[in-house]
């Protein structure tokens, strides 16, 4: 089989980000500041370093700022090119740049899974990048990179593609709260969990390990034939979990424990830590913050 490159990614973004209102009453979710930029152009910088070229954005009712967000803004650039104020200039067109995006609307909340068959027409018979953008993840190498390598990897020792899940292991009951695989080391890689099978939010001490799978995948076209054959699961929504289990009936799936740290941004405890750790990180802003930070009476 020819070796198949992962070029597209796909970014679930339809939800209507209840866990974080008032805030998400107007405002996609996905378009929430973290630091100096919305959290989906974390997920979509992440992508293209992993060498997608492709984005597509399946998005729903009330979204349109993201899209308005990746154009390009004439009248933005053409006001910053009067007043020579060059540097921001590039930093506005360098989003519009960044890939080639495609927007599909899913109709209806009926599940993740549901969310990633919204883009079956525009992944066509090729494997693919999921990423969640509430998931921001920090790392030397980006979590999307590292997952494309290790799936070109065991492309060319199996000879065959396998879907690959980013994971990391968690506390206690938290567990519940995610996908959980039931998996054993692989000897090919130390990054790398064989999957047994997974289940979506387990009930709190069934669970199979404390292997969570974080919003990341990679994932072989035939998930969208599984994704059409479940039935709805864990709170009545068609679980993209429930479709990577079915896949395992045909395929070997992986789970990848990633290098870096992931902030559940979408939470509001979580989005606050990954706004301070992000800030203090940032080149230009971190700093000033962190000196500012030091003065802070805690
Ligand atoms: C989704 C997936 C779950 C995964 C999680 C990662 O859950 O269904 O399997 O562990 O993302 O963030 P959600 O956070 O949408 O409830």
Redesign the pocket.
């Given at each position: 089989m020819a070796h198949m490159k992962i070029r597209k990614a796909v970014f679930p973004a339809a939800?209507m980000g209840t866990r974080f209102l008032p805030a998400t009453k107007a405002t996609p979710k996905e378009m929430l500041c973290l630091v100096d930029k919305p959290l989906i152009q974390y997920g979509v910088e992440e992508a293209v370093a992993a060498g997608c070229t492709e984005i597509i954005i399946v998005t729903g009712r009330g979204k349109t700022t993201m899209e308005d967000h990746f154009d390009k803004s004439s009248e933005l650039e053409a006001s910053l090119a009067a007043k020579n104020k060059t540097a921001l200039l590039e930093i506005a067109r360098s989003v519009s740049k960044l890939a080639k995006i495609v927007y599909v609307r899913q109709p209806e909340a009926l599940g993740?899974g549901h969310a990633v068959l919204m883009a079956k027409e525009i992944v066509g018979n090729e494997p693919f990048a999921v990423l969640?953008p509430?998931?921001i993840v920090d790392a030397s190498t980006p979590c999307m990179k590292q997952m494309v390598e290790a799936f070109n990897e065991t492309q060319a020792s199996n000879g065959e593609m396998s879907s690959i899940l980013g994971s990391e292991v968690v506390e206690g009951d938290a567990i519940s709260?995610?996908?959980c695989l039931d998996c054993t080391p692989d000897t090919s890689n130390p990054r790398l969990l064989a999957v047994k099978t997974m289940v979506?939010?387990p009930a709190p001490g069934t669970q199979p390990s404390q292997n969570?799978?974080?919003?990341r995948y990679i994932l072989t076209p035939r998930i969208f034939e599984m994704i059409e054959g479940i039935t709805p699961g864990a709170g009545g929504e068609l679980?993209?979990?429930d479709a990577i289990k079915a896949l395992l009936q045909h395929e070997k799936v992986y789970g990848y424990s990633y290098e870096g740290k992931r902030h559940?941004a979408?939470d509001k405890q979580g989005f606050l830590r990954a706004t301070v750790e992000l800030a203090l990180k940032h080149d230009k802003l971190g700093p000033d913050f962190r000196a500012w930070l030091k003065t802070f009476p805690l």
């Open positions: 939800g993740l969640l509430d998931d709260a995610y996908g979506e939010k969570a799978i974080i919003g679980q993209l979990t559940d979408g």
